[in-house]
């Protein structure tokens, strides 16, 4: 029974990209290389090392594209942090299999006090694949208001503060059709990416949460498309 357990646990979280191959005739890994080179290279004005991730609604890839984002620079990048910030809905520890008893909402009251990042609160996966670790702050212990702490100035310093900890942070953000803490945490960070999903997103939507980031001075970097079919009948991801 332990040896099917921890197998299970292998395959639901690191190998997501791995499995994500469904054909030979489209390569998962490498399109998120090349959406991570579009990052890399979305600005040449400042340095680029914190980036949120937001949608329209709920159900379009949001999460799963944080998670593949982060897998990817974690095989470039020695120190690659993947942060939980949906603190309404909570699922990337889900997800990736981890303990949720303490996240970003406990490094946050710590880091309130102290002004330090304790790394108590922060998880650590390991891959073949990685250059070094990816560490995973899940969103920790729910709060009566979001928007107040994500909005704060504190959070603002505790972004800055992991800024100069690791090499690249990848947050994932709630929908900003549905609620607009993704606004305080894309002024937070460099940029925010707007993930759409073909079978699920209105255009109309999308455009309308895109002017409403822009409108509160996000940097919409570009958007990436989920859930498109390919000729085999696999999946595909878009950036652009």
């Given at each position: 029974?332990?040896?099917?357990?921890k197998?299970?646990?292998?395959?639901?979280?690191?190998?997501?990209?791995?499995?994500?191959?469904?054909?030979?005739?489209?390569?998962?890994?490498?399109?998120?290389?090349?959406?991570?080179?579009?990052?890399?290279?979305?600005t040449?004005?400042?340095?680029?090392?914190?980036i949120?991730?937001?949608?329209?609604?709920?159900?379009?890839?949001k999460?799963?594209?944080?998670?593949?984002?982060?897998?990817?620079?974690?095989?470039?990048?020695?120190?690659?942090?993947?942060?939980?910030?949906?603190?309404?809905?909570?699922?990337?520890h889900?997800?990736m299999?981890?303990?949720?008893?303490?996240?970003l909402?406990?490094a946050?009251?710590?880091?309130?006090k102290?002004?330090?990042?304790?790394?108590?609160?922060?998880?650590?996966?390991?891959?073949?694949?990685?250059?070094?670790?990816?560490?995973v702050?899940?969103a920790?212990?729910?709060v009566?208001?979001?928007?107040?702490?994500?909005?704060?100035?504190?959070?603002?310093?505790?972004?800055?503060?992991?800024?100069?900890?690791y090499?690249?942070?990848?947050?994932?953000?709630?929908?900003?059709g549905?609620?607009?803490?993704?606004?305080?945490?894309?002024?937070?960070?460099?940029?925010?990416?707007?993930?759409?999903?073909?079978?699920?997103?209105?255009?109309?939507?999308?455009?309308?949460?895109?002017?409403?980031?822009?409108?509160n001075?996000?940097?919409?970097?570009?958007?990436?498309?989920?859930?498109?079919?390919?000729d085999?009948?696999?999946?595909k991801?878009?950036?652009?």
């Amino acid at each position: 029974m332990k040896k099917t357990k921890k197998r299970k646990q292998k395959n639901t979280a690191i190998n997501i990209l791995q499995k994500g191959r469904m054909n030979t005739q489209f390569d998962y890994v490498e399109v998120y290389r090349h959406i991570r080179t579009n990052i890399e290279y979305s600005t040449m004005d400042k340095e680029l090392k914190a980036i949120a991730i937001t949608s329209t609604q709920a159900g379009e890839a949001k999460t799963t594209t944080a998670m593949n984002l982060a897998f990817i620079f974690a095989a470039k990048y020695e120190k690659v942090l993947l942060i939980d910030a949906d603190l309404r809905k909570q699922t990337l520890h889900k997800y990736m299999r981890l303990s949720n008893k303490s996240g970003l909402t406990n490094a946050l009251m710590d880091f309130q006090k102290t002004r330090k990042i304790d790394k108590e609160h922060i998880q650590t996966l390991n891959h073949e694949s990685f250059i070094g670790q990816l560490s995973v702050m899940t969103a920790g212990v729910s709060v009566p208001n979001p928007s107040e702490i994500l909005g704060s100035a504190l959070f603002k310093d505790f972004i800055e503060t992991l800024k100069n900890q690791y090499d690249f942070i990848i947050i994932d953000c709630a929908p900003v059709g549905t609620i607009s803490d993704a606004i305080p945490v894309g002024n937070a960070t460099d940029g925010t990416i707007f993930v759409c999903s073909s079978q699920d997103t209105k255009r109309k939507d999308a455009a309308g949460c895109v002017s409403l980031l822009q409108r509160n001075n996000v940097n919409v970097l570009g958007s990436i498309l989920t859930k498109t079919e390919d000729d085999a009948s696999g999946h595909k991801y878009y950036y652009y």
